[in-house]
């Protein structure tokens, strides 16, 4: 597969890992922590760690838009789906997250309710257009890469006035949830966790640019290296990595230069900056609150606004207090270290957000990666 | 009377609720549609039930439902598919199926011309794998009551002397060979859905492969541990239902697995792992080392089984896990399917 299969090329694997192996110093060890569920998934499905010198470690970070996806708003999107009037549109990943009581978007249309799953906001609208009588909720979620369709749907939507069409808006970002990483105790004054350097989130650059990472870089003295999602490229931004932390360099570098440049995309910037406006605060799952972290539809565009139209009141809903997610997330803990890990807690039944989805640390490391775990530590799905 | 002596509009006429309520509407439904496709002495003679002489040894008898949307996909429709699928399941025991049973529960309003393509398709699957379906049964439910047809189908074959396959048979040492190309049913499918039609050249591997089967047998004999084709759940499905039964691990070589490049790039943007999309013509076998290679290459040498490759081995595993060592050069689980495969978003 052209442009494809040269990102997963074993032999250039190799290559890498022996260069990795050697620029890695015996003397001390490195912890890298991929944002982005993307990565993390490319990271288990291919195998990167067996390819990593022993003392390279990865951190899972929360870039799972699915994972971090509060209970409470999932419960909103039922009760909303479940009146008689509501056509819910959503992404096939967030059909299974269970919300209060194991109920999932899957179950509640099981039980009737009318939910759809789309590819693309152009597909929602266009059920909007071809149903009249049905009122159409977007229920969108995602970080940077996935709010430019949803602004674009919303401004196609007002130019055709479209009567019977909303989105729920669940857009997340990523610098602030960084920022609130490096900021939680543990990172910061404890020094329980070391984080020596981010992969940062490529499709979310193509967006928003490099720029917004200078300010880790900085401030927090940490390397970032924005980089592309095939196991090649995660393989060369550890490389980066490593040697920006061999050099005591703290600086942002593009490994992702064939689609990322340090503006982003100022069309798309420009696009979601007249639809959408920063929340002053926003739960995430596992993190709790996180300030300035989500957009909210701006009164231009209320009439689309499904939080508007609908009576819609957040009932936040705690998740499971042996939970280990928010833990997980922030790389205090490692998925195994949970007791609820392939216990009571696997894919098919997720307690919390770091297995409902593909992306999430616990899902990729059950589906991927719970063969390497010490034999004592194996737990067997039922 | 006049009228009742019309004969099926099969280019216009739709399926109502009287083709399946035991009287002239269905008889004529069952005489000019099913009859005449499926045309066998048994079913002609028009009883209740089918009867056949057999011989001493084992038989096997496996059964199926076929509830396939859209009815009609690239490569094949939901007849062939009833058929394949059947003979395909008897045959996976080693043994030649010979004959099918078919049940039709259809939604009032189906073009009877959609019937009539289901029912020819059918009967050329029929022909083609050499099996005779010579009972059946047909309801008509009220519009909303199914979607478009569901159609159940049971097959009977026997078994050679001496060959006793079982999922339970794999051993540390076995090799695990697949016959082809894997995703394709899958994805040809997917591609015909609503909301989600893409342009491809990918057609349903759909087919019978009971042929393939046979000249396995006569190569390999009771050294094939046990053969199952990976329909729903993929090859990543089989594979673990074959590890746990067996109480052994499996390791597969992911650069072994042969797959179309349209398939792969299919799943690459629809963010799916071919190693879980649905197959209809093509079986995972677990043979003894010794024979593993002169069952290869009678594969090779048939038609259903020319891209056959052998692409990993059984191990011993307490835990019973499938794994994978990547093209890339890392090692990854291979688990079950965890709900259905949903695409990602980004």
Redesign the interface.
Known sequence: MKYVDEFRDGKIARRLAAAIAEAADPARDYRFMEFCGGHTHAISRYGIEDLLPDNVRMIHGPGCPVCVLPVGRVDAAIRLARRPEVTLLTYGDLMRVPGSGGVSLLRAKAEGADIRMVYSTLDALKIAESEPDREVVFFAIGFETTTPPTALALKLAKNKGLANFTVYSNHVLTPAAISHILESPEVRKLGTVRIDGFIGPAHVSTVIGTRPYDYFAEEFEKPVVVAGFEPLDVMQAILMLVTQVNDGRHVVENQYVRAVRPEGNLTAQREVAEVFELRESFEWRGLGEVPYSALRIRPAYAGFDAEKRFDIPYVPAPDNPACDCGAILRGVKEPRDCKLFGTVCTPETPMGSCMVSSEGACAAHWTYGRFRDPAGARRKAS | MKANNRKLDLKSGRVELSHGSGGRAMAKLVGELFHAAFANAELLKGNDQAAFSVEAGRMVMSTDGYVVTPLFFPGGNIGDLAVNGTVNDVAMAGATPLWLSAAFVIEEGLPLADLKAIVDAMAEAARTAGVAIVTGDTKVVERGKADGVFITTTGVGVVPDGLALSADRARPGDVVILSGTIGDHGIAVMSKRE??SFETAIVSDSMALNGLVAAMVAAGGDAIRVMRDPTRGGLAATLNELAESSRVGIVVEE?AIPIR?EV??AC?LLGLDPLYVANEGKLVAIVAPDKAEAVLAAMQADSAGRDAAIVGRVVEDD?H?V?M?????????V??L??DQ?????
């Open positions: 909301n989600l650069e490049a792969a790039a690459e835990h896990f794994q060592t990547t093209a890339f050069g890392g090692g990854r689980m688990d079950w965890s709900g949903l695409p990602r978003i980004c």
